[in-house]
């Protein structure tokens, strides 16, 4: 059984920054693309940010120079730092892993997908 678990979250002003973290919990042998996505109210969930096994990122456009994605494999944890908030970055942030290799009880196994159970970020004065 593997699990993902963010922190980070919390309420920051406009222009402030905070920094997102995701740590995978398991016996864990490798874990695929590590991404950042987020969902706001009423709207559907986003790609914010990836980064790849082997160090390579995509943003969206809308956080590019303002979000730094960044991993430790060592540690089986991605980063988000997030600079300049703006209200409008406001919602759940939520972790996912498209493919973690665990051992379940001695067993390898695959699991695919994987999701955080989601940090709420506010920007507000």
């Known amino acids: 059984q593997v699990q993902l678990v963010e922190s980070g979250g919390g309420l920051v002003q406009p222009g402030g920054s905070l920094r997102l973290s995701c740590a995978a919990s398991?016996?864990?042998?490798?874990?695929?693309?590590m991404g950042w996505y987020r969902q706001a109210p009423g709207k559907q969930r986003d790609l914010v940010a990836v980064i790849r096994s082997g160090g390579s990122t995509n943003y969206a456009d809308s956080v590019k120079g303002r979000f730094i994605i960044s991993r430790d494999n060592a540690n089986n944890t991605v980063y988000l730092q997030m600079n300049s908030l703006k209200p409008e970055d406001t919602a759940v942030y939520y972790c996912n892993a498209d493919s973690i290799v665990a051992s379940d009880y001695g067993v390898l196994r695959r699991y695919l997908e994987v999701w955080g159970q989601g940090t709420l970020v506010t920007v507000s004065s």
């Open positions: 398991g016996t864990i042998f490798s874990i695929g693309a």
